[in-house]
């Protein structure tokens, strides 16, 4: 007989397998008096095969990831539930749970990226098992949901259990907590009848009250968190952003737009390049001019932002306005070449001082012009970039105040 013992010997009879066992679970799990059959001829010897050794190798990782999550290394839904089901009897009852999701792990995903947010579930995880009894199981049932499967407990118990998990992952000391906050809610079994299905429902329900009042507070926390990020990436934007959140609150003020307007439109201001978070501090620092395939990558920080602000209670409205900043009044601006009044009014205003700013400032990749300059700049393009109305009051009204450098 024939011993396979190098991966040069392996390949061809694999080659050889692969049309009858697809995968090396089938093979696995084939009779093998077939797979000794299918050898012979060959002269080779399937128990002492490294081929035999690497399909029990991948038998064992197929059992192992059919009850685990591939992520965390926990329990998946599948053993949640069958384990439910084993340990429901009447020596267990009631059995509880508590259903936990994690807040902010989209605007996560979509603004650092979703290593990033595996890393947030990972963390999230580990405190979790820090948190939970020993004879306590701990699943990952879903994207971002984690269920805990108690037995012999009771509400009171559960209960007490749940403000303690929620103390210990929620924790002010958790540097993470901005995204890896977890909304929890519990349940457990009033009757022995009630199944599982039944307990992660009523969970859920009491978990997405408390998610709904706690998650407002932590998408406010994530846009600070992310202009925080994006600040220490680079100063320039920070000092760009605010200037230009001041400039949009003047000119407001001199439309004499009302107070609530005039605070939105500020905000915007302060968060119109929120996006360049996920651009490459290469291209946003790079000292000359972008070349075309770089320009199209800045271009995309517009639908970033709105993006980012979407997902948020506090600021979902400024959306539509970040998305617009760069359009130009003529209709040839992007991402959608709106024109005119198309373009929400907050976007327009944005346009406007955010020009005038990125022209007066230093940048990385054009010269510093003069105040009068910007100003001829700005008024020349009235009617074709900007809307010529509101250049007037931002020339006539608002570059007179010291604040803006006066002139």
Request: with cysteine; glycine share 6%.
């Given at each position: 007989?024939?011993?396979l013992?190098?991966?040069?010997?392996?390949?061809?009879?694999?080659k050889?397998f692969?049309?009858k066992?697809p995968?090396?679970k089938?093979?696995?799990?084939?009779d093998q008096?077939?797979?000794?059959k299918?050898?012979y001829p060959?002269?080779?010897?399937?128990?002492?095969?490294?081929?035999?050794?690497?399909?029990?190798?991948?038998q064992?990782?197929?059992e192992y990831?059919?009850y685990?999550?591939?992520l965390?290394?926990?329990?998946n839904?599948?053993?949640f539930?069958e384990?439910?089901?084993r340990?429901?009897?009447?020596n267990?009852?009631p059995?509880?749970?508590?259903?936990?999701?994690v807040n902010?792990?989209?605007a996560?995903?979509?603004?650092f990226?979703?290593?990033?947010?595996?890393?947030?579930?990972?963390?999230?995880?580990n405190?979790?098992?820090?948190s939970?009894?020993?004879k306590?199981i701990?699943?990952?049932?879903g994207?971002?949901?984690f269920?805990?499967l108690?037995?012999?407990t009771?509400?009171?118990?559960?209960?007490?259990?749940m403000?303690?998990?929620?103390?210990?992952?929620?924790s002010?000391?958790?540097?993470?907590k901005?995204?890896s906050?977890?909304?929890?809610?519990y349940?457990?079994q009033?009757?022995e009848?009630?199944?599982?299905d039944d307990l992660?429902k009523?969970?859920?329900?009491?978990?997405?009250?408390r998610?709904?009042?706690?998650?407002?507070?932590?998408q406010?926390?994530t846009?600070?968190?992310i202009m925080?990020?994006?600040?220490?990436?680079?100063?320039?934007e920070?000092?760009?952003?605010e200037r230009?959140?001041?400039m949009?609150?003047?000119?407001?003020?001199?439309?004499?737009?009302?107070?609530?307007?005039?605070t939105r439109?500020?905000?915007a201001?302060?968060?119109h390049?929120i996006g360049k978070?996920?651009i490459?501090?290469?291209?946003l620092?790079k000292?000359?001019?972008?070349n075309?395939k770089e320009?199209e990558?800045?271009?995309?920080?517009?639908a970033k932002?709105a993006?980012?602000?979407?997902h948020?209670v506090?600021?979902?409205?400024?959306?539509?306005?970040v998305?617009?900043?760069?359009?130009?009044?003529?209709?040839t601006?992007?991402?959608?070449g709106?024109?005119?009044?198309q373009i929400?009014?907050e976007a327009?205003?944005?346009?406007?001082?955010?020009?005038?700013d990125?022209?007066?400032?230093?940048?990385?990749?054009?010269?510093?012009?003069?105040k009068?300059?910007?100003i001829?700049?700005?008024?020349?393009?009235?009617g074709?970039?900007?809307?010529p109305?509101?250049?007037?009051?931002?020339i006539?009204?608002?570059?007179?105040?010291?604040s803006?450098?006066?002139?």
């Amino acid at each position: 007989m024939l011993h396979l013992t190098r991966a040069d010997q392996v390949e061809p009879v694999y080659k050889i397998f692969i049309k009858k066992y697809p995968d090396f679970k089938s093979i696995a799990n084939s009779d093998q008096e077939d797979i000794i059959k299918d050898l012979y001829p060959l002269g080779l010897n399937w128990r002492s095969s490294q081929l035999y050794k690497m399909a029990k190798e991948i038998q064992e990782k197929y059992e192992y990831l059919a009850y685990h999550d591939y992520l965390t290394g926990i329990y998946n839904r599948r053993f949640f539930k069958e384990e439910f089901t084993r340990v429901k009897t009447k020596n267990d009852f009631p059995l509880g749970v508590i259903l936990g999701d994690v807040n902010g792990l989209k605007a996560c995903n979509d603004t650092f990226g979703h290593t990033e947010g595996d890393k947030r579930l990972k963390d999230v995880t580990n405190l979790m098992l820090k948190s939970i009894d020993e004879k306590d199981i701990l699943a990952r049932i879903g994207g971002d949901e984690f269920a805990i499967l108690s037995t012999q407990t009771s509400e009171e118990k559960l209960r007490r259990s749940m403000d303690y998990i929620v103390e210990n992952v929620n924790s002010s000391n958790n540097d993470n907590k901005t995204f890896s906050s977890v909304a929890f809610g519990y349940s457990f079994q009033r009757r022995e009848e009630d199944d599982i299905d039944d307990l992660l429902k009523e969970a859920e329900h009491f978990m997405y009250k408390r998610k709904y009042y706690e998650n407002q507070s932590a998408q406010s926390n994530t846009v600070k968190l992310i202009m925080q990020t994006l600040f220490e990436k680079s100063k320039r934007e920070r000092d760009h952003s605010e200037r230009v959140g001041l400039m949009c609150e003047a000119i407001a003020q001199k439309m004499n737009l009302a107070k609530q307007e005039v605070t939105r439109i500020k905000t915007a201001g302060f968060l119109h390049d929120i996006g360049k978070i996920g651009i490459d501090e290469e291209i946003l620092n790079k000292k000359g001019k972008l070349n075309e395939k770089e320009w199209e990558i800045i271009k995309t920080h517009t639908a970033k932002s709105a993006r980012i602000l979407e997902h948020t209670v506090e600021y979902k409205d400024l959306a539509k306005i970040v998305l617009s900043h760069h359009e130009r009044y003529d209709g040839t601006g992007y991402p959608y070449g709106l024109k005119g009044e198309q373009i929400p009014i907050e976007a327009r205003i944005i346009a406007i001082a955010d020009t005038y700013d990125a022209m007066t400032q230093n940048r990385t990749y054009r010269k510093i012009v003069s105040k009068d300059i910007a100003i001829k700049e700005i008024d020349r393009c009235a009617g074709t970039q900007f809307d010529p109305n509101i250049v007037a009051v931002f020339i006539k009204n608002v570059l007179i105040d010291k604040s803006f450098g006066g002139v």
